[in-house]
């Protein structure tokens, strides 16, 4: 594709977003920025979920990931259903209930202020590195499609991604995200499904010989058998559980634009609709990576080193034009679905649960600037992250993005629930402690479950594992008197 093609996309594409933000983030307020003023239409909210959720890292890497781990990856995806219900009838209950801005103060409700500054900080360290990972997956594509032609290094190229989110959510915030990321999912479902049909076109495949196709492939397996490696089907299935119930129940980017819903009814109608299109819609992703895998060998095309440059190389270098056309919007808008989303729940975390801004004497105008500083000093924390991973990534992005799930949101697991689960309070001093022990620990027991557990490999259960032991932790710390939740 040509590098000016892919610019106009773009500056199209940037042009309709900041529209947009023109005409959401008029007269906005803090208040909107954060919350919406809490009049988010939930139907919007919903599809605009599914981007944010998936992001780029679904549209690019679980594609690449049929290669070696099939479709294994739908009993991690089947278990979502149950984890979806469990913030639907225990967690956004709560969240209204205490009428929050941040979830994290639930956490002072419930134990005191070490507590949430805890959970305040986990959230803040898991959301930084998931949206830089996100986000270094859009800069890499950007890099590799445009910027090389001019010798553009790659960190101007990260400068460029974040200052293009920073224009259109500086002002608006949730309020003009709302709407933003429908816009986004739309273009990202909009372009899996044309290149599925395209890519059928080029092997000649009609809809009965693209399904015949995909169920004979060698790739068409859901069930890993075999208990000690990491995708093993019950193990996927249980994690599948906990990963929405962390990275959305228990992440303030995600549960922020269901607290933006008018009512506690349809933050629910939100979540449940939500969950049930998240099937389908990573199905398709995988059938996608079938077809691809499927026309590279048959074009004899290599399959590259890295299974998240399959489908861009694919895309932009051999498919036809308009593949590689909707390739560009479909990243684009996925990526930035989930990055815009993280860079305004990162600013409202920091002024909210750092800051206090909430609960300072000052006007809304000193309110306001300090927000502003925040958003800038969120996006230039961003860079620098995105620049380090650039050094050390040598996996694929959504199982760095899960693997390192499993050790920033283990400790949130295991802080919320056990405020939801028991009566206990805790000595509040020794919470940082068991928060950053549970990782640790994790860490040192992964590395050597292969020699200590005969053969068997922690994959994403080690979730669990980090908020079993950060809750048992917690019941050691325990007071012994009980609390009224």
Not at 78 to 86: D, K, R, V
């Amino acid at each position: 594709m040509s590098p000016y093609l892919v610019i106009f996309i773009i500056a199209a594409y940037f042009l309709v977003l900041i529209t947009i933000s023109y005409f959401t983030s008029r007269n906005a307020d803090n208040e909107a920025f954060f919350l919406g003023n809490r009049k988010s239409p939930w139907y919007i909210v919903a599809f605009g979920m599914i981007g944010a959720s998936l992001s780029g890292v679904t549209f690019i890497s679980v594609p690449g990931w049929v290669d070696t781990n099939h479709f294994t990856y739908m009993p991690f995806v089947f278990g979502f259903i149950f984890g979806y219900a469990f913030i639907y009838s225990v967690l956004i209950p709560t969240y209204y209930k205490l009428n929050l801005t941040s979830i994290y103060t639930y956490l002072e409700h419930r134990f005191g202020i070490f507590s949430y500054k805890t959970g305040s900080v986990f959230f803040l360290i898991s959301r930084v590195t998931g949206a830089s990972l996100r986000l270094f997956l859009v800069a890499n594509v950007l890099q590799i499609t445009i910027f090389k032609y001019w010798n553009i290094p790659f960190y101007i190229t990260v400068i460029i991604t974040i200052a293009l989110i920073w224009l259109y959510t500086f002002r608006g915030g949730i309020k003009t995200i709302i709407w933003t990321d429908t816009l986004q999912t739309l273009f990202m479902l909009f372009a899996v499904i044309i290149t599925v049909i395209l890519i059928s076109k080029e092997l000649n495949l009609n809809f009965s010989a693209l399904v015949s196709t995909v169920k004979n492939s060698e790739y068409y397996n859901f069930f890993e058998t075999d208990w000690l490696k990491k995708n093993h089907y019950i193990k996927q299935f249980i994690s599948g559980i906990f990963i929405p119930i962390v990275m959305t129940g228990m992440d303030q980017d995600m549960m922020q634009k269901n607290l933006s819903c008018r009512n506690i009814k349809e933050a629910k109608k939100n979540m449940f609709w939500f969950s049930l299109i998240l099937i389908p819609v990573n199905f398709i992703f995988l059938c996608l990576g079938v077809l691809l895998y499927i026309y590279a060998a048959k074009n004899n095309i290599p399959f590259p080193q890295s299974s998240d440059d399959l489908y861009p190389i694919l895309a932009t270098k051999y498919l036809p034009p308009v593949v590689g056309i909707f390739f560009i919007l479909g990243l684009i808008a996925a990526a930035y679905s989930s990055a815009d989303s993280a860079l305004t729940s990162l600013t409202t975390s920091f002024s909210v649960d750092i800051l206090n801004i909430k609960k300072t004497n000052k006007s809304k105008k000193e309110k306001k600037k300090i927000r502003i500083i925040v958003h800038i000093g969120v996006s230039i924390l961003l860079i620098i992250v995105i620049l380090i991973f650039k050094l050390i990534n040598n996996r694929s992005i959504i199982d760095a993005v899960y693997a390192i799930a499993g050790y920033t949101y283990g400790p949130l697991l295991g802080l919320f629930f056990f405020g939801l689960f028991t009566k206990y309070k805790v000595k509040e001093k020794f919470v940082p402690v068991v928060a950053i022990l549970s990782p640790v620990l994790c860490y040192i027991m992964s590395l050597y479950s292969k020699e200590f557990l005969n053969g068997y490999e922690i994959g994403y259960e080690l979730l669990l594992l980090n908020g079993l032991l950060t809750f048992l932790g917690l019941l050691i710390f325990r007071e012994k008197k009980t609390s009224r939740k």
